[in-house]
């Protein structure tokens, strides 16, 4: 059985298996991991999610799992499908809250989640 580390940065939490996957992060941002993602569905790249966006990426979708920046391009990163994440790590676009975004991902059903640790 591997040991658990503690690693007080970390956005993840519990027991939910992780799962990656690459996507396109849109050019002009420079997010850091935790960042809460909503997808362009025109172009189906992913940019940092707030909720008056019209294009889609108004619905979280994904959780940034690298820091990224994409200031002069497009670029390719990994993003959490699956997961479960302290509430406080998160960085959350304009418009949203935590509960926003679990609210978000629970009607999606996706695997992620949105711990409020106390």
Known sequence: MGEA?????????????????????????NLKRGAVLGNITASDKYNLSASAAADGSQTPALVLATDCDASAGDVVAAAYAS???????????AGHTAATVEAAFRKAG???????LK
Do not use: E, H, M
């Open 110 to 116: 996706a695997p992620l989640y949105v711990r409020v």
């Open 83 to 93: 997961g479960a994440f302290d509430s406080t790590k998160l960085i959350l676009g």
């Open 5 to 29: 580390t503690f690693a007080p940065n970390d956005p993840l939490v519990s027991d939910v298996p992780v799962i990656t996957r690459n996507i396109t992060i849109v050019s002009g941002q």
